[in-house]
């Protein structure tokens, strides 16, 4: 079996890697777990030093690291260059922060002394997907790394070099090369990874399906996880709102990474008053946008990762159409198997209909009509998924009061919803469970011990005979 790096703006072929045999996986695996028992015994500052020297190389490499990332899977350079920035902010967040984030809490008990100290766990395996392929691997390596533990990364098979871009700058940074491994591996092998006990817990980036998979397998074996999977964001537009920025804000919402994301927004539920003046700046937005090589520096987007990426979304259109959806804005996918996917808006999005209950993982947007807030919160939350949400309203504290109501891991008001070291992100429902970033994401993969001190022996008054 082979793992092929594919250019899905001119269809070349770029590398082709020979995939790991389970021997050549279960060598590294040892190693990895070799390595985490050195590794666990690193003081912070010891980690923190490899991890600021990671995030400069992530500075200095970032045109090649952008170029990697046009080439693998379509990311305009701008756009790459400003997550290969992001990860360098990651890696100096976490340098700065995770020995605070993990420093013993103190509980009151009877003890003379008790708390709580945060221990590493081990080998830590990261299943992760294309669309952001150096964000979604730091943002799991860096937390994981400054507690302690060490990594292995299976990542998506249409970024293998993106996957060995990384692993070389850990390395460079100073990192023991057996703390954090490149797995070029096919889906069969990470059955037989969960089922080891070398390896301690598992994070997934990906589809449900993936999820559910990894899921069971990790639970047969009783192993850690941390899910995040798809996204159906809801993008509340209230009566009072600035329409303007918010519909600008929406166009660039839904076309972040070309569609492809998470938490891109997808679902525009607007209050009836401003529904139409919304679509018609929402679709003039989306219009202005300019389709090219993701190496041009004019690109505002590029083409979607894979043509059968490109042929489901066309599909789930189609039939959402067939069901009742309308066009408000023609684009799509000229004929099957091409990768340009221009933005789409569809209105009329009932129950029943793949586009009301499916996620639509490209520039495809739906608006719906509310009748009043409690109408947006009712369709925002009448979906299986739950990982961003937007509100958008000058009422802020009407805003909050309907964030509080949204079945979501994340509400922004009067905001793009973005990912950040500072908050929590993961969602609920069908999105997943587990939270990255933040004190929360580092503390995912930590043993949470508990630890009770008795008091001191108190001397004896008692006479003795």
Known sequence: MAIESINPYTGRRLRR?????????????????????QWRTTTFAERAAVLRRAAALLRERQEDLARLMALEMGKPLRDGRAEAQKCAACCDFYAAHAENFLADELVKTDAGRSFISHAPLGVVLAIMPWNFPLWQVVRFAAPALMAGNVGLLKHAPNVPQCALALEKIFHDAGLPPAAFRTLLIETDLVEKLLADDRLRAVTLTGSERAGSAVAAAAGQHIKKTVLELGGSDPFIVLADADVALAAQTAAQARMINAGQSCIAAKRFIIEKPVYREFVQLLKGHLAQLRYGDPLDEATDYGPLARPDLADGLAQQVADSVAQGAKIELAGGQAQPGATRFDPMVLSNIKPGQRAYTEELFGPVALVFVAKDAADAVRLANDSRFGLGAAVWTRDVAQGEALARQLESGAVFINGLVKSMNELPFGGVKKSGYGRELSALGI?????QKSVWIAKEAQPSHEKTE
């Open 17 to 37: 890697y020979a995939a790991f045999s389970w021997a050549k996986t279960e060598r590294i695996l040892a190693q990895a777990h070799r390595a985490a028992v």
């Open 443 to 447: 503390r995912e993969f930590v043993n």
